[in-house]
């Protein structure tokens, strides 16, 4: 039984062993391998670089970019990556030195840069409706706005550049491309929201639409903030400012818990609505979301 067990083992080993092989030998060789922290970003890579390189993404679907570990599969691949493309999720603040030290050869490339982040903000109100500012800790979803995403495009382009000067031109042509493609997502989601009145407020769950908000008109109502639920007191507070605004549902995304969200919903007789800030498919999902939002709000 016991030699069984050892059989079964290796066996087990060695198939993970060569399917971690099989999946890295796939890759062709005149392909660079990059790594990012989130889907989106393999989006914008691939919209600039095309087929020029090789996208692994990190925090895998359903994973929480605030807590997530890199499986030991992926730290198998970060030792082939010639570029980390990182876009400063809170995870990165405890693994990105860690990655460095792993790879010093692999260029770290902050895609953030240049990109001024604002304070996550509730609306935790114990005596009227007053905003609570966490000044020390910034949003960090600077991918759900078209026009940060803009400035993010241009530090990918020119890291794709110093990394492969021999295809800049084909390199800046995909960059022009994808600009006008966000110019266009840009103007399509506003024409979404344009019937909404400066500063309508939505509800959601976990403080992820703060940029998109800001970018298209709208204020956002967290219901937790820093990982903090709501007490008895803020939930009812929260559950008031609803009634008075008659929203009518309360985003949420799959990698959190629905429950305060529910009850809130069940409150004031909203419906729960799942919208995922961290979806492959970027403009599709982003315009999706904007439907989705005005929708709920007749």
């Not at 087929?51 to 993404?57: G, L, N, S, Y």
């Not at 980390?84 to 693994?95: D, K, L, R, S, T």
């Not at 979404?192 to 959601?204: D, K, L, Q």
């Not at 769950?205 to 008109?217: I, Q, T, V």
């Amino acid at each position: 039984m016991k030699n069984r067990f050892k059989s079964c083992l290796k066996l087990l080993v060695l198939t993970a062993f060569f399917g971690l092989l099989f999946t890295t030998s796939g890759i062709s060789k005149d392909r660079a391998t990059v790594m990012v922290s989130i889907l989106p970003q393999k989006y914008f890579i691939h919209k600039i670089a095309g087929d020029r390189v090789h996208v692994e993404v990190m925090v895998l679907p359903g994973a929480n970019p605030a807590t997530y570990e890199p499986k030991p599969r992926q730290m198998v691949l970060l030792d082939k990556a010639s570029m980390y493309f990182a876009i400063g999720v809170p995870f990165e603040a405890v693994w990105l030195n860690r990655f460095a030290n792993a790879n010093p050869e692999m260029t770290i490339v902050h895609t953030e840069q240049g990109i001024e982040k604002i304070p996550l903000k509730g609306k935790h109100s114990h005596e009227g409706d007053t905003e609570q500012h966490h000044e020390g800790t910034k949003d960090p979803h600077i991918w759900l706005s078209p026009s940060l995403v803009m400035i993010q495009a241009s530090n990918i382009l020119q890291a794709l550049i110093a990394n492969d000067p021999s295809y800049e031109d084909r390199y800046r042509d995909n960059y022009k491309a994808f600009i006008s493609e966000l110019e266009i997502l840009d103007k399509r989601i506003k024409a979404v929201f344009s019937n909404r009145p400066e500063g309508a407020p939505f509800m959601v769950y976990h403080p992820s639409w703060g940029y998109f908000a800001e970018a298209f008109g709208l204020e956002q109502i967290p219901i937790e903030l820093e990982g903090k639920e709501p007490s008895p007191k803020e939930l009812a507070d929260l559950i008031h400012y609803a009634q008075g605004h008659r929203i009518k549902a309360v985003i949420v995304q799959p990698q959190f818990s629905m429950k305060s969200a529910q009850t809130i919903a069940k409150a004031i007789g909203a419906q729960v609505v799942v919208a995922d800030p961290l979806a492959d498919d970027w403009a599709d999902n982003l315009f999706k979301v904007a439907v989705l939002l005005e929708q709920s709000s007749r």
